[in-house]
């Protein structure tokens, strides 16, 4: 069986990622989301395991000090990061693994893992991004045009990914995130020893 | 409209690579298939533009020296070559092109056109290319021992490719070429001032 994808997924403020996602993972069985660890109290509702790990900050310190930790950051005085562990579990199974990662920490995904595919998402144009914040009626004027601002300064990020996809319609950037992940199991990079193994023939 | 793919495909012997290409055709109404130049005289049935481009060896010479062919090679005394022209053409008009190229001529693929993406089709198995060439039933036992040679000597040349599709079912091979070429379109290197044309916002 071969290794599974590590797929980094960022997008912009309103960029439409959880939709995709939800989406993605209702029609791709194979698929894993990473989980991460965080040194905040779990909000109301939230499980240990499924929206976050919750452990304290020594455990958190001791997971970074024993390189368990893919990458991690501090917002608002709490740590948060993607444990090693679970995700390098579901990859040597083969499972495609969804990373969701903040689009300021772009340029440090080619260290995370180097054979890790990156997508960026992006809405087809400022014009349809603003009528979706407007359409979603829940935010003020001064959100919608900071949320609009932040989205402009993130979005030159894409360049830092292998891919960029387009939420214009769900179906296709669907389709879209699909078709990557199925070419980038053909890439000859990810099974150098396939050739080798095909001529040598069948195992006894 | 962006520009088109130019997909360069080679398989060794027996590969399988016509009957893939075939349904890729079928399903796929922009692609388009580069015709090659040759200095050899047709053959009963071949039309001159379509199978290939029948010319005269001081025409070939005169394209090789204005840079005009993509790439090109003698074979038993006559010249054989791709044509810039139409494949640029193409290109330019958004459609993808299928370049196929001989096994040999991989490691200068990259030489021919940086962007280019390259396919190497392989069979399941030694096993199952053996079957196969004896199951057409034409050819002696002599020619497919040389057939099965030549395919040992051409698969490791896979390693010059972008990827490899292998040739089991071939629907799942078909599926495998569109999800390429769906997925290289939106690399970011393709269009990288995509997001600059989106903050810039609609043109007047």
């Known amino acids: 069986m071969s290794r599974g994808i590590l797929l980094v997924v960022s997008a912009p403020s309103a960029g439409g990622k959880g939709t995709i996602l939800g989406e993605l993972f209702n029609r791709d069985g194979n698929l894993r989301m990473s989980v991460s660890a965080t040194t905040r109290r779990p909000r109301e509702g939230e499980e240990h395991g499924k929206h976050y790990y919750f452990i304290s900050r020594e455990e958190f310190r001791g997971l970074i000090d024993s390189g368990s930790m893919l990458e991690y950051a501090e917002y608002v005085g709490n740590l948060y990061g993607t444990p090693r562990g679970p995700v390098e579990q579901w990859l040597s199974e083969g499972h495609d693994v969804v990373l969701e990662i903040e689009v ?8 995370l893992a180097p054979d890790c595919v990156s997508v960026f998402i992006t809405p087809p ?12 009626g829940t935010e003020n004027e001064e959100t919608i045009r900071k949320r609009l601002e932040t989205a402009r300064r993130e979005l030159p990020q894409a360049e830092n990914y292998d891919y960029v996809v387009i939420n214009d319609r769900l179906e296709d950037a669907v389709d879209d995130m699909q078709a990557i992940l199925r070419s980038e199991k053909l890439r000859y990079m990810r099974d150098p020893d396939f050739i080798k193994g095909l001529l040598a023939g069948p195992k006894a």
């Open 104 to 111: 300021q920490g772009g340029a440090q995904i080619k260290k």
């Open 125 to 136: 144009s400022m014009e349809v991004l603003e009528k979706r914040l407007r359409g979603r």
